[in-house]
């Protein structure tokens, strides 16, 4: 095997993944010599053909340590480098935090005996329970009087407080550094909370959860780096099991990422590793970009001269920037660039939707290459783009579009389904949510068209639209009026002929009432002789009898139940083992009031998984945030920037964390003026301008309106491009 690593810097769309992909084959074939070398030296025969497999293996025994900065990029790594190498060398694919906890949990029993902590398997928490089990910690502690000197609400202060944590872990800090940073970050004049307080908080934060064998993402990454990466005998265990390691996009890795890195590297590891200086998506997320980049002064460096030649960004990126810069100059964009300007931001989503959709019935762009890019995407915006270009049979592609569980109606059925079952759940169910529940529990199936131009154009909504029910919103509200007992602790159902007028009902919608009501009932005789073991089992139990019933859901409903089940399975592990720790008296069905409660504040979502498809790519227009957009790492024809005056072009589409600067490692604790966030507002637009340019390789549309939704008048920083378009689509333009 070579015996020195290699930096690979290259802009987007540089081939850095494939010179990875190329550096690993490198070094196959310069170890495949090297056993051959070896065995005949060590049989004293010459190699007749292969190296026999057995001892091949044994010489190869260390793996490959693959990682990548999302999962999404970590799948598709992995598929290429074992397609390439026929899956015959042994290829571990991670995301750094992946690694992090597969790692913290393997070598669990090494942290019990040097932190002393209970004998007890652990528990990873999801962000949500994380929030709410600090919530409940704290809550003595964040009294009106702090909530007003934070300037925030509970729920934002817990969290921005467990961001500290998570921040000071990714960069190598330990816990108890947390107040000495903050002080030296907030300096004296600071009217924000004591940071010796905000620590306190986090210090006993994490010694409960310790304690508890509860694991978050920011307790992993301080154990991995606190304590296993500084133990001899993880040490001697991690160089054994890797003799070579491929990072690809490290501008994106925390801090603790080098330490690993430097650690498999001195003890003889091989490594390569791919840096894009215009990538830091995740800076002030996590990302580390300029401590990482220090790796470089051991590596040989392979510089990647030059933009793709299909992408614009050699075109477009020089006079981009300086118009961005310098606003003063008076420059004109060549006819690549167009844009899309109206007074009102509903004008604008209509007009995009419109050109995009006569651009492809046109043929002059297939959808697959059409990409509309936003910083901030609400709810208004996604609907009214989706809905007008599937009218017209284009397929959008939501990328990692992470709604809220409860606002599926399939969920919010099935929660009410749960409070009328289980009892002293009376108050979190009313008249609307068991009508709603009645037409969701009432569905059928119907075969989809059979004609071939209906089978091409099937969408989530197509399927949608195919799945009808038995009770209509009209029925199950007349029955819900009439049938439905409002009761705190007993809420009921009664039969359809409670309603003296039951026969406009309908056969059809009584028959499905008459077997909901006889299946709740069956549930509540069985939930009172304790043969539900849980409410995980009934609520699959609903799934299986009244949603799947041998249909083919659609995708999002698929994905929503799905998560259901997890979080529901997540939630009830963590209240056993709380409940194993420290018995508490409470009312007996406490933990599903909470569950219901906690789903109906929005906080989790349905997070897809698989999220690419089997076979081919969805032919689909994609529709993104510049986060989302960034850290896919796709490229298309078109794009159209959405939204293209607003001042969050400068933010990157996504928020910063939280005293997020003070945690950089090349300036720990240095107070972060109004300058630095200028400065930092400027270069990151600059990357992200750069970034989208060598992503799109024909045209693109700035969609421009005056006015923002709150009627604001939109001057962002992308002005100056709009106003340098020499081809100018209007509302006097398009009709």
């Avoid at 504040?601 to 897809?608: D, K, S, V, Y």
Wanted: net charge negative; hydrophobic share 40%.
């Amino acid at each position: 095997m070579v015996s020195h690593s290699v930096w690979i810097v290259g802009t987007s769309r540089s081939g850095k993944t494939a010179r990875l992909v190329e550096q690993f084959c490198n070094w196959v074939t310069s170890e495949k010599q090297y056993t051959e070398s070896f065995y005949t030296k060590k049989t004293g025969r010459k190699k007749t053909g292969d190296v026999p497999e057995f001892f091949y293996l044994k010489q190869t025994e260390p793996g490959v340590l693959v990682l990548a900065a999302n999962d999404d990029n970590r799948r598709e790594l992995g598929d290429i480098i074992v397609t390439s190498t026929l899956g015959k060398y042994p290829v571990r694919a991670k995301t750094p935090l992946g690694f992090f906890q597969d790692e913290v949990i393997l070598f669990w029993p090494l942290l019990i005996n040097s932190l002393n902590l209970k004998a007890q398997f652990p528990v990873r928490l999801r962000p949500e329970t994380e929030q709410e089990l600090a919530t409940k910690l704290w809550r003595p502690q964040l009294d009106e009087e702090i909530l007003r000197l934070a300037g925030v609400n509970e729920s934002r202060l817990v969290r921005r407080i467990l961001d500290l944590l998570q921040l000071a872990a990714y960069s190598g800090i330990p816990c108890e550094n947390i107040a000495q940073i903050l002080s030296k970050g907030f300096g004296e004049n600071s009217t924000t909370l004591e940071p010796e307080f905000l620590a306190s908080l986090l210090l006993d934060w994490r010694n409960w959860c310790l304690e508890r064998g509860l694991l978050t993402y920011g307790i992993i990454t301080e154990l991995y780096s606190q304590h296993l990466l500084s133990d001899r005998n993880y040490q001697q265990h991690l160089t054994k099991r890797y003799q070579a390691v491929l990072a690809d996009d490290v501008d994106d890795y925390p801090s603790v990422a080098r330490l690993l890195f430097e650690l498999l590297l001195d003890r003889g590891a091989v490594g390569a590793f791919s840096y894009n200086p215009d990538g830091a998506v995740r800076l002030g997320l996590g990302a580390d970009p300029n401590y990482l980049e220090g790796l470089a002064e051991r590596c040989r460096v392979e510089i990647l001269n030059g933009p793709p030649p299909e992408s614009l960004s050699e075109q477009l990126t020089k006079q981009m920037v300086e118009l961005v810069t310098e606003p003063m100059i008076l420059l004109s964009l060549p006819k690549t660039v167009h844009s899309i300007q109206t007074t009102s931001r509903a004008q604008l989503l209509r007009q995009t939707a419109e050109i995009i959709a006569n651009a492809i019935q046109s043929q002059q762009v297939q959808p697959e290459e059409v990409a509309i890019i936003a910083p901030g995407l609400d709810a208004i915006a996604r609907y009214t783009l989706v809905e007008i270009l599937v009218k017209q049979n284009i397929p959008v592609e939501s990328l990692n579009d992470q709604r809220p569980l409860i606002s599926s109606p399939v969920i919010r059925a099935l929660l009410t389904m749960l409070a009328l079952v289980y009892p002293g759940l009376g108050r979190l169910v009313d008249r609307d949510a068991v009508a709603e529940m009645l037409v969701v529990l009432s569905r059928k199936q119907q075969p989809p068209e059979n004609s071939t131009d209906a089978m091409n154009r099937v969408s989530t909504t197509d399927t949608m639209n195919r799945v009808s029910t038995n009770i209509d919103p009209v029925r199950a509200g007349l029955i819900a009026d009439y049938c439905f007992v409002p009761h705190p602790d007993r809420p009921n159902l009664l039969p359809v002929s409670a309603f003296e007028r039951w026969d406009r009902i309908g056969y059809a919608a009584t028959t499905a009432y008459s077997e909901i009501l006889q299946w709740l009932e069956q549930q509540r005789s069985q939930q009172e002789l304790r043969l539900i073991p849980s409410p995980i089992s009934l609520l699959d139990r609903a799934i299986q009898r009244f949603l799947w019933n041998g249909s083919n859901l659609p995708y999002e409903q698929l994905a929503a139940l799905r998560e259901l089940l997890e979080t529901a399975q997540h939630y009830w592990e963590i209240d056993t083992r709380l409940r194993q720790i420290a018995p508490v008296e409470t009312m007996p069905y406490t933990t599903i009031i909470e569950f219901i409660q906690l789903l109906r504040r929005g906080t989790i979502t349905a997070n897809a998984y698989p999220v690419r498809p089997i076979g081919g790519a969805r032919k689909a227009v994609t529709l993104a945030t510049i986060f989302q957009y960034r850290s896919s790492r796709r490229s298309h024809q078109w794009h159209f920037w959405l939204d293209a005056g607003s001042p969050l072009w400068a933010k990157g589409g996504a928020a910063t964390l939280f005293g997020a600067p003070f945690f950089l490692r090349d300036r720990l604790g240095e107070p972060w003026t109004a300058e630095d966030e200028k400065l930092a507002e400027e270069e990151r637009l600059q990357r992200i301008l750069t970034d989208l340019l060598s992503r799109v390789s024909e045209r693109v549309y700035l969609c421009h309106s005056d006015l923002a939704v709150n009627g604001q008048e939109q001057i962002g920083p992308l002005l100056p491009l709009v106003n340098a378009c020499v081809t100018v689509i209007s509302e006097s333009t398009v009709n």
